[in-house]
């Protein structure tokens, strides 16, 4: 949920943007986005956190720079005047679909890796 609607402020179509930008997030890394915030926190204190202290998900550093800006603009912290439209969302989106591809890609080959690493690890 997008924090200015966990704040009960007036918002708009901006907090569909918000959600997409972290189904995107969770996508790429094949994570739970915020779950690195959420240990030891209920519901409501991870909600706190996201709305009043800016917590966000962050891509793992392998990312290329311009898909993690790409993404990361999806759910700006400073909300409703910086997140883009979704009209921008969908221009940026074909305008950089195969950066996107590349990513994924990527994304897929890192956790593959790790994978095959842990895999090999407890094989010891």
Not at 79 to 86: G, K, N, T
Not at 89 to 96: G, V, Y
Not at 111 to 119: F, G
């Amino acid at each position: 949920m997008a924090p200015e609607m966990l704040k009960t402020k007036k918002y708009g179509p901006k907090v569909d943007v918000y959600s997409f930008g972290i189904i995107l997030w969770e996508m790429a890394t094949g994570k739970k986005a915020l779950a690195e915030h959420a240990r030891g926190c209920t519901p409501i204190q991870l909600a706190f956190k996201v709305a009043y202290e800016n917590v966000r998900p962050r891509l793992p550093l392998n990312y290329s720079p311009t898909v993690t800006r790409l993404i990361e603009r999806w759910y700006e912290k400073q909300a409703l005047q910086v997140r883009v439209r979704v009209s921008t969302l969908t221009s940026s989106l074909r305008a950089r679909r195969a950066q996107l591809a590349h990513g994924f890609e990527r994304a897929t080959v890192v956790r593959a890796d790790l994978r095959a690493a842990q895999l090999a690890g407890h094989g010891s």
